[in-house]
């Protein structure tokens, strides 16, 4: 168990729709990071966030968007939802974000179905 | 920009022979590299990384690489395979350089075991 939690587990849900997914980091790390893993894509980094704020940026498409808040938990929502959103989705957090490979740690993953 | 290459997508082994999945690197600055393992329906375990100390690391469950400069490789190896490491293995990046280190995947190389 990394101490990183995601809720929901699984989502299934409809073109076009909107959902939001939620992760908690471990006890006392800073940064959060969101990645969407796919079978064509594999796995790619989305969005970094640092104690509240937008760090880095991968390859989110604008219909994604993601936010941290005071208490350091943080939310992906995905917006207009298409069939190729389907995906496992991962959070992972570290402390701090350092230029010295910081270990992150990934949380289960949501996985979601797109109908 | 980092990226790395898993030569391998499929690697098949008897139980109790070693394993070797292989990964190549590329990257601008001196590379943080890391080893995953993703086991079926479960989250992404950290088995190993390299920074910058010793060249070669040893991780979990009798897993380690070592770092090659010259080859620019960091393959993974375990001198003898068991049923439960089967899964999908993946080679990591990171910019060493950078305040932000989102982290860049291999494609997985995915290990069979054959009892």
């Known amino acids: 168990d990394s101490g990183v939690t995601q809720t929901p587990k699984h989502l299934i849900t409809a073109t076009g729709q909107r959902v939001t997914l939620r992760c908690s980091p471990r006890s006392g790390d800073l940064s959060v990071y969101w990645y969407q893993q796919s079978l064509d894509q594999g796995l790619q980094f989305l969005i970094q966030?640092?104690?509240?704020?937008?760090?880095a940026k991968g390859n989110i498409l604008e219909r994604f968007s993601a936010q941290q808040f005071p208490d350091l938990h943080s939310e992906l929502n995905l917006s207009s939802l298409e069939l190729g959103d389907s995906a496992l989705y991962f959070c992972?957090?570290?402390?701090?974000?350092?230029?010295?490979?910081?270990?992150?740690?990934f949380g289960p993953g949501t996985r979601l179905l797109v109908l | 920009a980092q990226s790395v290459t898993q030569l391998d997508s499929h690697v098949s082994v008897s139980e109790g022979t070693p394993v070797l999945l292989r990964c190549n690197y590329s990257?601008?600055?001196?590379?943080?590299l890391f080893w995953y393992v993703q086991h079926p329906n479960k989250g992404l375990q950290l088995l190993l990384k390299y920074t910058s100390a010793a060249t070669l690391v040893k991780g979990i469950n009798g897993f380690e690489a070592e770092f090659k400069k010259s080859e620019t490789s960091f393959h993974l190896t375990k001198p003898s395979a068991h049923m439960s490491d089967a899964a999908e293995y993946f080679c990591?990046?990171?910019?060493?350089?950078?305040?932000?280190?989102?982290?860049?995947f291999g494609k997985g190389t995915r290990l069979s075991v054959i009892a």
């Open positions: 992972a957090s570290s402390p701090v974000p350092r230029g010295d490979g910081e270990t992150q740690y």
């Open positions: 990591v990046v990171s910019d060493r350089s950078s305040g932000n280190t989102p982290l860049v």
């Open positions: 990257s601008s600055y001196s590379p943080s």
């Open positions: 966030y640092y104690n509240g704020e937008e760090r």
